[in-house]
């Protein structure tokens, strides 16, 4: 079964840190692109950040300088570490990509922002 599970959201204060992870079953993440998305309170989902097979990142500006995306092979695991976080980054995060014809996603994690 092809399947992709996120963890690591919770509660933290503005300015805190909190690292995400996208564990992988079913297929081999180093070969395909793997992409991080935010759906806020009252947002559409949002694409942010993407890891390519190659390794290379992106990021939307909004998230850029903080969030890093990075990729364990032998975990068959992404990662979304998340610096001086703001209370705009309250959201449930998915990760997400396509495999052969099927979009695949998380079921979310939830991080909160909020004093």
């Known amino acids: 079964q092809v399947q992709l599970v996120e963890s690591g959201g919770g509660l933290v204060q503005p300015g805190g840190s909190l690292r995400l992870s996208c564990a992988a079953s079913g297929i081999n993440i180093s070969l395909y692109t793997m992409h991080w998305y935010r759906q806020g309170p009252e947002n559409q989902r949002e694409l942010f950040a993407n890891?390519?097979?190659?390794?290379?990142?992106n990021y939307l500006d909004a998230v850029k300088g903080r969030f890093t995306v990075s990729r364990d092979n032998a975990k068959n695991t992404m990662y979304l570490q998340m610096n001086d976080l703001k209370p705009e980054d309250t959201a449930v995060y998915y990760c997400?990509?396509?495999?052969?014809?099927?979009?695949?996603w998380g079921q979310g994690t939830q991080v909160t922002v909020s004093s």
């Open positions: 997400n990509t396509v495999y052969r014809t099927q979009n695949l």
């Open positions: 890891i390519f097979s190659d390794g290379a990142t």
